[in-house]
C-alpha cells in the first residue's frame, strides 16, 4: 500500500491553540469521509459519565455528545509504509469535550474499530476504551452508507444511516460552536491508577462542510449510558484529514 501521507503537515501550525510537542511525534493516520454528528446535552447528563479528574467542556453551558463515523489509511507508526489490512480500516467513536490545564481536548466514551490488532494495541498503549465491529462504508450518488455492529459485547451497539456534503468547505472561525466541537489537539484518558493520561495530536484545520444525513439505527449514545438524543443533530462533513500523534504523557498536576 502506497503511503500518500503529506508529511509536510507539521510545519502547518498557526492555527493551533498551543506549540506543538517537543517530543517526537510516533504515528500517522488520515481521516476520510468523516461525519460529525452532534447534539446538545446538559451537562448534568454527561458530567457522572465522565471521570472526575477531567473538567467538563461546555459551549455557553451547553455539553456536547458526538458520534463521528469515518474510515482511515496510513494508520501506520513513523517512518514505517503504510501496510495492506493493518494500515486501513473502518471507525466509528462517541465522544464529548474535556479540558484539563488549559488544553481543551476530546474525551471517548467508545471507539469502535474494523481492526482486531488496532483495537488491541490501541486498548493496550493507550488506555483507549475500543471495541471490535464489523463495518461497512460504501459511496454511491454523492451519498455515503455506513454500518456498524459491535461484536462480542452485549451493547451490540448499532449504527446504520447515509450521509452527504450539502455545502462548501469552510474553516470554523475561533469562538463559534463549530470550532468548539472540532478544532481539538489532544485526548484524554484516565487509567485505573487514576492518572490523567493526554494524547496529543497535530492536523491541519478542519475543512469542513454543512451535511445532511438519514440515520436509521443509533444506539452508539444508549451503549454508553445516555439516552438516545431526539434533538435534531449538528452535522458536519469533512472529505479528509491528516494526523499525527504522540504517544500519550501523564498530566496529573491541576
Same mark, same amino acid.
Given at each position: 500500500?502506497?503511503?500518500?501521507?503529506?508529511?509536510?503537515?507539521?510545519?502547518?501550525?498557526?492555527?493551533?491553540?498551543?506549540?506543538?510537542?517537543?517530543?517526537?511525534?510516533?504515528?500517522?493516520?488520515?481521516? !476520510?469521509?468523516?461525519?460529525?454528528? !452532534?447534539?446538545?446535552?446538559?451537562?448534568?447528563?454527561?458530567?457522572?459519565?465522565?471521570?472526575?479528574?477531567?473538567?467538563?467542556?461546555?459551549?455557553?453551558?451547553?455539553?456536547?455528545?458526538?458520534v463521528v463515523p469515518f474510515h482511515m489509511t496510513n494508520v501506520t507508526p513513523r517512518a514505517v509504509p503504510a501496510l495492506p489490512w493493518i494500515s486501513a480500516?473502518?471507525?466509528?467513536?462517541?465522544?464529548?469535550?474535556?479540558?484539563?490545564?488549559?488544553?481543551?481536548?476530546?474525551?471517548?466514551?467508545?471507539?469502535?474499530?474494523?481492526?482486531?490488532?488496532?483495537?488491541?494495541?490501541?486498548?493496550?498503549m493507550f488506555d483507549l476504551p475500543y471495541y471490535r465491529a464489523t463495518m461497512a462504508v460504501r459511496a454511491e450518488g454523492g451519498w455515503f452508507s455506513y454500518?456498524?455492529?459491535?461484536t462480542g459485547d452485549a451493547s451490540g451497539a448499532h449504527f446504520k444511516g447515509r450521509y452527504r456534503p450539502v455545502g462548501p468547505v469552510f474553516h470554523p472561525?475561533?469562538?463559534?460552536?463549530? !470550532?468548539?466541537?472540532?478544532?481539538?489537539?489532544?485526548?484524554?484518558?484516565?487509567?485505573?491508577?487514576?492518572?490523567?493520561?493526554?494524547?496529543?495530536?497535530? !492536523?491541519?484545520?478542519?475543512?469542513?462542510?454543512?451535511?445532511?444525513?438519514?440515520?436509521?439505527?443509533?444506539?452508539?449514545?444508549?451503549?454508553?449510558?445516555?439516552?438516545?438524543?431526539?434533538?435534531?443533530?449538528?452535522?458536519?462533513?469533512?472529505?479528509?484529514?491528516?494526523?499525527?500523534?504522540?504517544?500519550?504523557?501523564?498530566?496529573?498536576?491541576?
Amino acid at each position: 500500500m502506497k503511503s500518500d501521507f503529506p508529511s509536510g503537515i507539521v510545519r502547518d501550525v498557526g492555527h493551533r491553540p498551543w506549540p506543538l510537542s517537543q517530543r517526537p511525534w510516533v504515528m500517522t493516520q488520515s481521516w !476520510h469521509d468523516l461525519l460529525f454528528v !452532534h447534539w446538545p446535552i446538559a451537562t448534568s447528563v454527561l458530567r457522572p459519565l465522565v471521570p472526575p479528574e477531567l473538567e467538563l467542556d461546555a459551549f455557553d453551558g451547553i455539553g456536547w455528545l458526538a458520534v463521528v463515523p469515518f474510515h482511515m489509511t496510513n494508520v501506520t507508526p513513523r517512518a514505517v509504509p503504510a501496510l495492506p489490512w493493518i494500515s486501513a480500516f473502518e471507525e466509528l467513536n462517541v465522544r464529548t469535550y474535556v479540558t484539563r490545564q488549559n488544553k481543551p481536548g476530546v474525551y471517548f466514551f467508545s471507539l469502535d474499530a474494523a481492526n482486531f490488532l488496532a483495537v488491541t494495541v490501541a486498548r493496550a498503549m493507550f488506555d483507549l476504551p475500543y471495541y471490535r465491529a464489523t463495518m461497512a462504508v460504501r459511496a454511491e450518488g454523492g451519498w455515503f452508507s455506513y454500518e456498524s455492529r459491535r461484536t462480542g459485547d452485549a451493547s451490540g451497539a448499532h449504527f446504520k444511516g447515509r450521509y452527504r456534503p450539502v455545502g462548501p468547505v469552510f474553516h470554523p472561525a475561533p469562538g463559534t460552536l463549530q !470550532h468548539f466541537v472540532t478544532e481539538r489537539y489532544c485526548l484524554y484518558t484516565v487509567d485505573r491508577a487514576r492518572r490523567v493520561r493526554r494524547l496529543e495530536i497535530h !492536523h491541519p484545520p478542519w475543512p469542513l462542510q454543512p451535511a445532511e444525513a438519514s440515520i436509521e439505527v443509533n444506539t452508539m449514545p444508549d451503549a454508553n449510558g445516555i439516552t438516545g438524543p431526539t434533538t435534531p443533530p449538528l452535522l458536519h462533513f469533512a472529505k479528509r484529514q491528516d494526523v499525527i500523534t504522540w504517544l500519550p504523557e501523564t498530566c496529573n498536576q491541576r
